[in-house]
Every structure is written in structure tokens, then in C-alpha cells.
């Protein structure tokens, strides 16, 4: 049966599968250890943190992928995304570029920010996301 694509977005949904093309380069790059956010159909990493193990209640370690989700809790995993990095891990995380909010200037701007050029085109999607994204990094 062939795969299902959506084309627009749904507002109301928040999880969005890291697309191949932007996460295998970082793969590449960084050797991740652990998506600290995933389900078991979209995760990136062999060890990975579900809904029910919850990443925001756990320690990180090592070389950590994140690609929260896109809603109202995406600053609650921003933060702790930064917190961990002061604790020693390397994060790299999948962000819409909010540079307006104040979860982008406190946390964000002290990593390092890579913007995409052109929409980000999501597993499942015919269409991308007309939102700026960036790739940001807390480099241990």
C-alpha cells in the first residue's frame, strides 16, 4: 500500500519526523548517542526517550539529537536542551527560528545557530514547513 502524504500542516499537531538530508549530515558530524524526543516510529538514535520516559525529567548524556515538539513545551525543552549542555552534552537540536521569543535569546543565542535555507520538508509532508528553521548547537 503506498505511503500516505499529508499536504498541509496540521496546527494542532506538534511532532514532526526529522526529515533524512538534515539529520544523516549531523549523524555524520556529531555521532549522536540518544534522541532525547522521539517515539519509536520517528527516532533517530538506537536509545531514545518516548513520551512515557519523558526527557524533561531525565539526565542527557553523551552526544544528544533533539527535535521537540513544536508546540506551547518547546521552550520547557529548549532549556533543558541549554541545562544539559552545562551539565557536559553536546546538544543539536531542530528549531523553529523564533528570534522574537524570549526562549531564543536566553538559551538559544548561546549556541550556535545554522539557519536553512528554504522550508524544511518533513517525513509524511508533500509540502514544507513555511516556518524559518535552524539547526542549533550547544557544543560541550
Known sequence: MPEVKQTWFDRKKTV??????I????????KFDLDVCAIAENAKCDIFFSPEDNG????????CWMNPPFGREMKNWVK???????????????????????WWHDWVMKGEQRYIRGEVKFVGYDRGLWMPMAIVIWKA
Do not use: H, I, M, S
Not at 23 to 30: H, S, T, V
Not at 56 to 63: D, S
Open 16 to 21: 514532526y519526523e526529522t526529515p533524512p538530508e
Open 80 to 102: 533543558k536542551a541549554y541545562l544539559e549542555w552545562k551539565n557536559g552534552c553536546t546538544v543539536v537540536a531542530l528549531l523553529p527560528a523564533r528570534t522574537n521569543t524570549a
Open 56 to 63: 524533561l525529567e531525565r539526565a542527557w548524556k553523551g552526544t
Open 23 to 30: 539529520f544523516e549530515p549531523l549523524d555524520a558530524e556529531f
